[in-house]
């Protein structure tokens, strides 16, 4: 599907990811662009330059409730679900978060499928795979669930919940629907709720404040962190393609330990503190592996995406756009 003069609607659209989406439909042309949100975990602020433009409009509506869906979404050709609990939410509310999370999803495709909507890119997650033991992870593992903890096993089932009713709409009604298995995701705007995000913007935070950073364990944890520019160009990607009923990793293929992150952040602010290791009560963790190996040769593949961002480049635009926040 074309992006440039066509209209597409945005699903947690005031959110991270879906403002750097909305940034990039704007750059390709989209002739416009719903901004479909209902405020619950983010504002308006940080987003008043893309509100500047005409052809975003602002909606304040929920996926719970599907007469809020059908009505915006009158002429549009696609959409981007982007709206969904993440693992810190799910842990304070999870009989919220499965509403939103599968039942929110059951909604976007239905009102897709009566409004004529030709494709869905659904926002998923590598949390799909769980635990995964030491090895290449590409879109065959299986959700490997016993080691987890209730938060972060609640939102990956959650997250492969969504995909099977993309591929059943698919298949069914025809609404092309591919799912994107993020990585970390990270970048301009960030917020306080990813649960392996946080390391970077709350180390930062503690940094400028003179105090030493607390990293869990000893610091070897590690995950694939990618920016969340790299992530919208996906979603773009997989929009224009003709690729329908598949899940995609969308990861840097590069593991980077806490212990390098910090590096990298105390590196940029010049700082010479040392973090204080030792797990913190009460936190959620989702996993604490050493070792992780996102395959991306599928995406590479199918849509011809792969990753354009460093860590090392990455982690200066957030830290720049963090200082401009004063």
Do not use: C
């Amino acid at each position: 599907m074309q992006i440039k003069g066509n209209k597409f609607m945005v699903t947690g659209g005031v959110s991270l990811i879906g403002s750097h989406v909305t940034e990039q439909l704007l750059e390709a042309g989209a002739s416009e662009v719903v901004l479909f949100d209902n405020y619950s975990l983010g504002t308006t602020e940080m987003i008043g330059h893309i509100l500047e433009d005409s052809r975003v409009k602002l909606v304040r509506g929920d996926i719970t409730r599907m007469n809020e869906l059908y009505d915006a979404l009158e002429g549009t050709s696609g959409i981007f679900a982007i709206a969904g609990f993440l693992t810190l939410p799910f842990s304070a509310n999870p009989a919220l978060g499965l509403t939103v999370n599968a039942l929110g999803h059951v909604n976007v495709l239905e009102a897709a499928r009566y409004r004529g909507v030709g494709k869905v890119i659904f926002s998923s997650s590598v949390a799909t795979y769980g635990d995964p033991e030491p090895g290449p992870i590409d879109e065959s593992r299986p959700f490997r669930f016993h080691t987890m903890t209730p938060p972060g096993v609640l939102y990956g089932s959650t997250k492969i919940i969504g995909e099977q009713l993309g591929r059943l709409y698919s298949e069914r009604y025809g609404v092309q629907s591919v799912s994107l298995r993020y990585a970390t995701v990270y970048g301009e705007r960030q917020h306080y709720r990813g649960v392996n995000a946080l390391y970077i913007i709350d180390t930062y935070d503690k940094l400028m404040r003179g105090e030493r950073p607390q990293i869990p364990g000893d610091g070897s944890e590690v995950h694939d962190y990618i920016h969340v520019a790299d992530v919208a160009r996906a979603n773009l990607m997989a929009m224009e393609s003709d690729v329908t009923a598949e899940a995609l990793n969308v990861a840097t293929g590069q593991a980077t330990s806490l212990n390098r992150l910090f590096q990298i952040i105390a590196g940029i602010v010049g700082s010479d503190l040392t973090p204080d290791y030792g797990d913190k009560a009460g936190a959620v963790r989702v996993t604490t592996s050493s070792e992780l190996d996102f395959s991306i040769g599928k995406i590479k593949q199918m849509i011809g995406w792969e990753p354009q961002v460093s860590i090392e480049d990455g982690i200066a635009r957030l830290i720049a756009w963090r200082k401009a926040q004063g």
